[in-house]
């Protein structure tokens, strides 16, 4: 896999972890990298993920997707169209995150 996608994918993961409302979704095509999810009322509202170089969000209720350059871009994107998918992460104290584990294979 080419390098921009394992760095986008890491920002992605520096930006979302531990925020109220986001979580991490597996995919069930063999290889396919999770989906982030943000859930708002019990209902996913939108998902993003890292293609390549891109951040890639998917909106249920609208049927869209949106290609952002980078997190950067997408960050932009959340602050003007859903704030409150950025509230501050809570921080867990005690070893390593789920998150953490799942990304390392070993």
Same mark, same amino acid.
């Given at each position: ?8 994918? %890491?920002?992605?993961?520096? @930006? ?12 069930? /095509? ?18 993003? /993920? ?11 209720? @609208? ?12 960050? /932009?994107? @959340? ?17 390593? /995150?789920?998150?953490? %584990? ?5």
């Amino acid at each position: 896999m080419a390098r921009g996608g394992d760095d986008a994918r %890491k920002q992605i993961v520096e @930006l979302l972890q531990g925020r109220p409302g986001w979580r991490l979704e597996p995919r069930t /095509t063999p290889g396919a990298s999770p989906l982030w999810c943000f859930v708002a009322e019990g209902k996913v509202v939108f998902s993003v /993920t890292a293609e390549g170089g891109s951040v890639r969000l998917y909106e249920m209720d @609208l049927d869209r997707e949106l290609v952002f350059g980078g997190i950067a871009e997408l960050t /932009t994107w @959340l602050r003007s169209n859903r704030a409150d998918a950025l509230q501050e992460a809570t921080r867990r104290t005690e070893g390593r /995150t789920r998150v953490k %584990k799942f990304f390392e294979w070993g």
